[in-house]
């Protein structure tokens, strides 16, 4: 088939847009009313032809619209962040560990039966530690079934009763548990730590317990969360258990700079 030299030019210009990872969506080209079928079809064949020869640049692609995406999600976060600035850091509920007054706060999203959380307080605990000017709000987001539910609902009402690092060592007892934690077991720690079982009963069943909950799982949606733990630092969303050195340097980072990258 002869093409005019207008349109070979079109299609070696279609082909190094795809072959350049920008995608081509098919219903765009046949919408383009300069092409036939016939040539169309060329076009195709020979993208098809370059691609079985160069399957490698399939993996380029892919890499390159992972990479458009995750970027795409750094700026829908970061704004969700600055939108849901106050209940991420000032909600009458959250639980507030080190300074009360520092300069920086780092939130965590946590399950009592997620092991990564359990691999994470390790670091959180060594960053409380080190940095007397680190604030650090904990936040329940139990996405890992009724269990988790459960142990939360008993340990936002908890916090009613124990304060300061009574509350906080309950919170390391529960989630040090071995195996599933449940709601008996949460209250098993509390009454071990001399908690009223009594009134713990009625404030797990409390509009403030609940609305926290709702909250807690509102806010995560808004953020794009999809698992724990999951950490706010700045306007920076740090899904998973990266380990303690990058904490501290996105820490670091916004200490000097503002952001969670400076330079």
Known sequence: MRFSLLNTCRAAALLGALL????????ALAQNAVFNDQQKQAIGDIVKEYLLKNPEVLTEVIGELEKRQAEAQQV???SAVKETKQTLLNA???YVVGNPSGDITLVEFFDYNCGYCKKALTDLQTLVKNDPKLRVVLKD????????????????AVR???Q????FDYHVKVLETRGRVNGERAMAVAKEMGADMAKLQKDMDSPDVRGALQENMALGDKLSLTGTP??????????GAVGIEPLKQ???NVRSCGKATCG
């Open 20 to 27: 350049g990872g920008l995608a081509v969506a098919p219903a």
């Open 76 to 78: 829908a976060q970061a």
């Open 92 to 94: 009458p509920h959250s």
């Open 141 to 156: 987001f139990p996405v890992l079934g009724p269990d988790s539910v459960e142990a939360s609902r008993v340990a936002l």
């Open 160 to 162: 009613k009763q124990l």
């Open 164 to 167: 300061g690092p009574k509350l």
């Open 230 to 239: 999951a950490f706010i630092i700045g306007e920076a969303v740090i899904p």
């Open 250 to 252: 996105i820490i670091d």
